[in-house]
């Protein structure tokens, strides 16, 4: 029904940066909130950031002033881009979609299949 495909990962140095991509694809009416998350190894899943369907926005602390996240609704894409990254933002990023298929079927919980990134010290 719907796909979410991450793009943009790869190994970077400390203080570089990164742009992550995520498209939606299939039958889709609109798309409400777009979080990304990142999963370190031995780590929980944690909220990085989000963007709502009018653009507000959100960030977790440890990634504020520093990741900007942004959408293409034409495109039914999100963006995340990364700057000044540090050795612990190295994790597998996701991202995750409140998908309308209809204006009364929603698929509340779409998932990507992640892209790893890496910020070698």
């Known amino acids: 029904q719907v796909q979410l495909v991450e793009s943009g990962g790869g190994l970077v140095q400390t203080g570089g940066s990164l742009r992550l991509s995520c498209a939606a694809s299939g039958t889709i009416f609109s798309i409400n909130a777009m979080r990304w998350y990142r999963q370190a190894p031995g780590n929980q899943r944690e909220l990085v950031a989000t963007i709502t369907s009018n653009s507000s926005t959100n960030y977790a602390d440890s990634v504020k002033g520093r990741f900007t996240i942004s959408r293409d609704n034409a495109k039914n894409t999100v963006y995340l881009q990364m700057n000044s990254l540090k050795p612990e933002d190295t994790a597998v990023y996701y991202c995750?979609?409140?998908?309308?298929?209809?204006?009364?079927?929603?698929?509340?919980?779409?998932w990507g299949q992640g892209t790893q990134v890496t910020v070698s010290s």
């Open positions: 995750n979609a409140y998908v309308l298929l209809s204006p009364r079927v929603h698929l509340s919980d779409c």
